[in-house]
């Protein structure tokens, strides 16, 4: 397959909410030539992390809308747009390209349009840049709606909010301290000239200068290092883990704060692995076993405890709730598209379900950390306030984390350039019931 055509195929796709990035993505990478795939993927998150502003420029320059049968063509214009704005590609082969992939959508009758329109982006870009300049989706490359939430709620971080999430993220790996500690791994990395450094949050992980592929690292195949967020790594360490503790694991899905629980224990620990979704459960298992860990995995729905949980208590439970994704959108851009005002509420409601179902299965004393991928107070401190408000049993404690900012009940942690995602934790004891 042109992998402009399957850049296309997939854009359309995330364009009618027909799948995610993250699962479209691998179904076009096996049909195409392999010295293809790093552009397929560069076109696909490139156009998106940029969609909002490419698609006001299409707005500018086509004198009407293109058919929903037609939606590739402008999915080829905006990757034709992307190049052209943010890599090094000659605007000549940009737009021969372009106009090329036409054919091979089998819609040539449209190769004079592509050529013009693009031609014309080349000619008055100025123009053009100016006419938008105070629309408020071209400026940020983000959908008005959640700029909009995100100026309400963090006035004085949106810009570095915006700024992060259109930039690439850095690859962050953890270190197994069942192996080896983090200096030892930096000195192995130095031998080889990888460029890296030691995170200033998590003391468990490691920031390379360049992403690699993970085969390429010393150690990976052997459990020596994971790849994981620094913001998520922090997780485990707020569970204040001791060897044979009984832990659960919600939403535990693709493993890493599960595998990171199990080193901190020392593989010495009672751990439950829970998630709806069969196949992705899959991929926890495999970290598992490159890690030579061990964990019980159940496929439930967490909500459900009367279908799963067999009645002893948990020490310590992880919620990483579902949630908006708002504070890794640079690592899934297609989340500008995707998400909208409504699924926020749902995903709010979802997550005060969860806490009410998860709650009556901690232990006296035990700890709940609640964690989510967002930069949205709506499912974070306003979700803990409302589950505290009807629960007695409970206190908020303090999180104990430098980074971020700290909220009423919690911790809010913003993408950072060249750091950690955005990422919130909440951390709730159960105490005596009075």
């Known amino acids: 397959m042109n992998v402009r055509v399957a850049a296309a195929k997939v854009i359309v796709s995330v364009l009618h909410d027909d799948g995610s990035l993250s699962t479209l993505l691998p179904q076009y990478l096996a049909k195409i030539e392999e010295r293809d795939r790093g552009l397929l993927q560069q076109l696909c998150y490139g156009t998106l992390r940029y969609y909002p502003r490419l698609k006001a420029y299409l707005d500018?320059?086509?004198?009407?809308?293109?058919?929903?049968?037609?939606?590739?063509?402008?999915?080829?214009?905006?990757?034709?747009?992307?190049?052209?704005?943010?890599?090094?590609?000659?605007?000549?082969?940009?737009?021969?390209?372009?106009?090329?992939?036409?054919?091979?959508l089998k819609k040539p009758w449209a190769k004079g349009l592509v050529n013009a329109i693009l031609r014309r982006f080349i000619r008055e870009r100025d123009e053009?840049?100016?006419?938008?300049?105070?629309?408020?989706?071209?400026?940020?490359?983000?959908?008005?709606?959640?700029i909009a939430y995100w100026k309400k709620a963090w006035p004085e971080h949106v810009d570095s909010i915006v700024l992060?999430?259109?930039?690439?993220?850095?690859?962050?790996?953890?270190?197994?301290?069942?192996?080896?500690d983090r200096e030892h791994y930096l000195e192995n990395l130095n031998t080889l000239d990888i460029a890296a450094s030691a995170t200033p949050y998590s003391i468990d992980g490691?920031?390379?200068?360049?992403?690699?592929?993970?085969?390429?690292?010393?150690?990976?195949?052997?459990?020596?290092?994971?790849?994981?967020?620094?913001?998520?790594?922090?997780?485990?360490?707020?569970?204040?883990?001791?060897?044979?503790?009984?832990?659960?694991?919600?939403c535990c899905a693709p493993g890493g704060k599960t595998c990171h629980i199990l080193e901190l224990l020392d593989n010495d620990g009672d751990v439950v692995a829970l998630d709806i979704s069969p196949t992705r459960l899959e991929r926890v298992e495999e970290n598992l076993s490159r890690l030579g860990l061990n964990a019980q995995l159940i496929d439930a729905d967490a909500a459900d405890t009367a279908s799963w949980w067999d009645g002893k208590p948990f020490d310590r439970i992880l919620l990483d709730a579902p949630c908006s994704a708002t504070g890794v959108i640079r690592r899934h851009?297609?989340?500008?598209?995707?998400?909208?005002?409504?699924?926020?509420?749902?995903?709010?409601?979802?997550?005060?379900?969860?806490?009410?179902a998860l709650w009556p299965l901690l232990i006296e004393g035990g700890v709940l950390l609640y964690a989510t991928?967002?930069?949205?107070?709506q499912e974070n401190d306003e979700v803990i306030k409302a589950f505290t408000h009807d629960v007695s049993d409970i206190s908020v404690e303090d999180t104990a984390v430098n980074a971020g900012l700290e909220t009423p009940v919690g911790r809010q942690l913003f993408p950072q350039v060249n750091g950690h995602?955005?990422?919130?934790?909440?951390?709730?004891?159960?105490?005596?019931?009075?």
């Not at 840049?129 to 709606?145: G, I, M, Q, R, V």
């Open 421 to 434: 995602d955005g990422f919130y934790y909440a951390l709730l004891r159960k105490t005596a019931t009075n």
């Open 60 to 104: 500018q320059l086509l004198a009407k809308p293109f058919k929903a049968k037609d939606q590739d063509l402008e999915a080829i214009l905006a990757c034709s747009l992307y190049q052209l704005l943010e890599t090094r590609i000659p605007s000549h082969a940009a737009v021969n390209e372009a106009v090329s992939t036409c054919k091979a």
């Open 333 to 356: 851009p297609d989340v500008k598209l995707l998400r909208n005002p409504a699924d926020i509420a749902k995903l709010a409601k979802l997550q005060l379900t969860l806490l009410r």
């Open 206 to 250: 490691i920031t390379l200068q360049s992403p690699r592929d993970v085969l390429t690292l010393p150690g990976f195949t052997e459990g020596d290092i994971s790849v994981q967020d620094e913001a998520a790594q922090l997780s485990a360490r707020l569970l204040d883990l001791k060897p044979g503790q009984r832990v659960l694991d919600a």
């Open 373 to 377: 991928c967002s930069a949205l107070p």
């Open 164 to 180: 992060a999430n259109n930039t690439q993220p850095p690859m962050t790996l953890r270190v197994n301290r069942r192996h080896l």
């Open 128 to 146: 053009l840049d100016e006419t938008l300049k105070d629309n408020l989706a071209f400026s940020t490359a983000h959908p008005d709606w959640l």
